[in-house]
C-alpha cells in the first residue's frame, strides 16, 4: 500500500472514530453537567424545607385493629358484588334532573343496603386510616378506594335525607357523622387527588346539611347540633401536606421512567393500563443527560412555588397566586428540559379554588344557621348580616360580606363563587356546565 493510500486511508477510518469518541465526550460532559444541575437544585430545595422523599412527609400510621384502611377495601369489595344496583339506582336519584319517580326508586332501595350500613359502623372502631401504599410503585401506583369512598359518602347522605323524612333526625346526624368520616379519611393520602376527593365528599355532605336544615329551620336544638357538626368539619385540607406529597410522587415517577406513556398517563397514573417500554425509550430515558433536566426543572420550578406558599393552611387565596404563577411559568417555559413538567404538572391553580369554594359552601352554612336561630330568638331577621358572626359571614373569594337578602319571612344568602364576579345571586341549575355567570347560592323559607 502506497504512503498516499496509507494516509487516506487513516483518515477515512480516523474521521468516525475522533467523532464517535466526541460525541462520547460531549454526552458524559452533558450528562455530568445535568446531573450537576439535578444535584444542586435538590440542595437548594432542602433548603427550602421541600419534601424529597417519602419519608419527609411523616405519614401516619395505626394498629390493623384501628386502621379504617382494611374497612374500607372491604366495603369497596361488598360495593361492587353485592350493591351495585341499589347504589346504582341511589346516584340516580341524586342527579339534579331526577324524576319523582327516580327519587322514590333510590329510597325504597335503601332497604337493600341496611347491611352495608352496619358494616360503616365499625368505622366507630378505627381511629385513624393508613392505606400503606406501596409508593416505590411511583406511577404504576393505583388508588381504587377513592371511588368507593365517594360512593360510600352519596349513599350515606340520601340515606340521611331519607330517614329525616321519617321523623329521624337523630339517625339523619348519624349517617351524616359517618359520611364526614370518609371524607375526612379519603384525604389521608398526601396526594393531590385526596384532597380534591376530601373536598369533593365533604360538598355532598355539605348539600345535604342543606336539605335537612331546610327541613328543620324552626327547630332550635336540631340548628344548634348541625352547627356543630358543621364547625367540627371545617378546618381546611393543608394543601401544603398535599402539594408536597405531589413533589415527591413526580420526582419518583421521573426516577423511574421507562416509556413515554408514563409521562401522558401520571394523573391517573391512576390509570389501570400497563405501560410496554421499548428498549430505546428506557436507554433515553433513564440517560443521566435526560433524567438530570428534567428533574433539576421539576425541582425549581416546585422550590420558586415552595418559597410562595403560605404556613396558614387557611389562606387557601395566597397559595391560589402562588399556584398560579407556577402554573403560567411551566405553561410559557417551551424548553425541552420543562416538556416533562408540562406533561406531570396538573392544573394547580384549580386546586386552591376547590378549598377556597369548600369554604365558602361551609360559611354559607354556618351564617345560615346563625340567621335562622337568630330568627327564632328574635322573631325576626335581621337587616344585615351582624358584625358579630366574625369572619364566617365573610365570602372568601373578596373578602366582603356573603351577599345576603330578606324574601318574605326567609331569606337568600351566596357567595359569588370561583369566577368572582357578583352575578345578582344566580344559582348554578343542571343546565350550567360551568362556574361562569353563576354563584353559590343558599336559601331558606
Not at 483518515?11 to 458524559?28: K, R, T
Not at 433513564?286 to 420550578?301: F, R, T
Not at 359571614?393 to 364576579?421: E, H
Request: glycine share 8%.
Amino acid at each position: 500500500m502506497s504512503r498516499a493510500r496509507r494516509v487516506a486511508f487513516l483518515i477515512v477510518l480516523g474521521v468516525p472514530v475522533f467523532c464517535c469518541l466526541g460525541s462520547a465526550l460531549f454526552v458524559m460532559s452533558a450528562g455530568g453537567r445535568a446531573k450537576a444541575a439535578a444535584a444542586n437544585e435538590e440542595v437548594l430545595a432542602r433548603k427550602a424545607g421541600m419534601p424529597l422523599e417519602y419519608s419527609d412527609l411523616h405519614l401516619s400510621h395505626f394498629p390493623d385493629a384501628q386502621n379504617a384502611a382494611g374497612l374500607y377495601r372491604s366495603l369497596g369489595k361488598q360495593l361492587k358484588t353485592d350493591y351495585s344496583k341499589p347504589l346504582k339506582l341511589i346516584t340516580t336519584a341524586l342527579a339534579r334532573k331526577a324524576t319523582d319517580a327516580e327519587i322514590q326508586a333510590g329510597r325504597d332501595a335503601l332497604d337493600d343496603l341496611k347491611p352495608l350500613y352496619g358494616s360503616i359502623t365499625e368505622l366507630d372502631a378505627r381511629t385513624g386510616c393508613d392505606f400503606n401504599r406501596d409508593w416505590s410503585k411511583g406511577p404504576a401506583l393505583l388508588f381504587p378506594e377513592f371511588a368507593d369512598m365517594k360512593a360510600l359518602v352519596k349513599y350515606l347522605t340520601f340515606r340521611a335525607d331519607a330517614v329525616d323524612l321519617k321523623s329521624d333526625p337523630a339517625g339523619a346526624l348519624k349517617s351524616m357523622d359517618y359520611s364526614n368520616r370518609i371524607a375526612l379519611d379519603s384525604g389521608s393520602d398526601p396526594v393531590l387527588i385526596g384532597m380534591l376527593v376530601q373536598i369533593a365528599c365533604r360538598m355532598i355532605s355539605d348539600r345535604e346539611f342543606e336539605h335537612l336544615i331546610s327541613h328543620h329551620t324552626r327547630d332550635g336544638k336540631f340548628l344548634a347540633e348541625v352547627g356543630a357538626m358543621i364547625d367540627r368539619q371545617s378546618r381546611l385540607p393543608d394543601p401544603r401536606k398535599y402539594l408536597g406529597g405531589e413533589i415527591v410522587f413526580e420526582r419518583q415517577t421521573l426516577k423511574m421512567l421507562s416509556n413515554l406513556r408514563d409521562l401522558q398517563t401520571d394523573q391517573g397514573v391512576y390509570s389501570d393500563q400497563p405501560s410496554q417500554p421499548s428498549a430505546f425509550q428506557r436507554s433515553f430515558l433513564q440517560s443521566p443527560i435526560v433524567q438530570g433536566n428534567l428533574e433539576a426543572k421539576l425541582l425549581s420550578a416546585w422550590r420558586k412555588g415552595w418559597s410562595q406558599f403560605p404556613q396558614d393552611p387557611s389562606d387557601w387565596a395566597t397559595f391560589h397566586v402562588a399556584l398560579k404563577q407556577m402554573d403560567d411559568a411551566v405553561q410559557n417555559d417551551h424548553s425541552l428540559a420543562n416538556i416533562g413538567n408540562q406533561i406531570l404538572f396538573p392544573v394547580l391553580s384549580q386546586s386552591a379554588d376547590a378549598v377556597g369554594n369548600l369554604q365558602a359552601h361551609d360559611r354559607l352554612l354556618q351564617t345560615s344557621i346563625a340567621l335562622l336561630k337568630l330568627r327564632l330568638e328574635t322573631g325576626k331577621l335581621p337587616a344585615a348580616l351582624p358584625s358579630s358572626l366574625g369572619d364566617i359571614r365573610l365570602d372568601p373569594f373578596d373578602g366582603n360580606p356573603l351577599r345576603y337578602k330578606k324574601q318574605g319571612g326567609g331569606f337568600l344568602l351566596y357567595s359569588i363563587g370561583r369566577d368572582r364576579v357578583d352575578n345578582g345571586g344566580h344559582k348554578r341549575t343542571a343546565d350550567d356546565t360551568t362556574n361562569e355567570g353563576t354563584d353559590e347560592v343558599i336559601e331558606f323559607k
